[in-house]
Nanobody, 114 residues
Framework: QVQLVESGGGLVQAGGSLRLSCAAS????????MGWFRQPPGKQREFVAS???????TYADFVKGRFTISRDNAKNLVYLQMNSLKPEDTAVYYCRGWGSNNYWGQGIQVTVSS
């Protein structure tokens, strides 16, 4: 069983940047996909970005060109670099690992003020 813990969230002004980190309690090397989801206030959880074990990165259209995902299998860490943040990026961000198993972090708040 792998536990995921997010960090790096907080309050930022529009146009600013944040980097989220996801620390895994065990190896993520064999986890097919590591990624980020978010849940804006009053809305359903939605996909943000993922990176496969083979290094293929996928992004939701609304973050392309602004967010970058990376995974460090040696350190069991996953990052989400978020640039050019907008108020509509305000959400609780969740780290997820999935494939043969399914792991979720507890979530972390990101608030972008206008």
């Amino acid at each position: 069983q792998v536990q995921l813990v997010e960090s790096g969230g907080g309050l930022v002004q529009a146009g600013g940047s944040l980097r989220l980190s996801c620390a895994a309690s065990g190896s993520i090397f064999s986890i097919n996909y590591m990624g980020w989801f978010r849940q804006p206030p009053g809305k359903q959880r939605e996909f943000v970005a993922s990176e496969s074990s083979g290094g293929i990165k996928t992004y939701a259209d609304f973050v392309k060109g602004r967010f970058t995902i990376s995974r460090d299998n040696a350190k069991n860490l996953v990052y989400l670099q978020m640039n050019s943040l907008k108020p509509e990026d305000t959400a609780v961000y969740y780290c997820r690992g999935w494939g043969s198993n399914n792991y979720w972090g507890q979530g972390i708040q990101v608030t972008v003020s206008s």
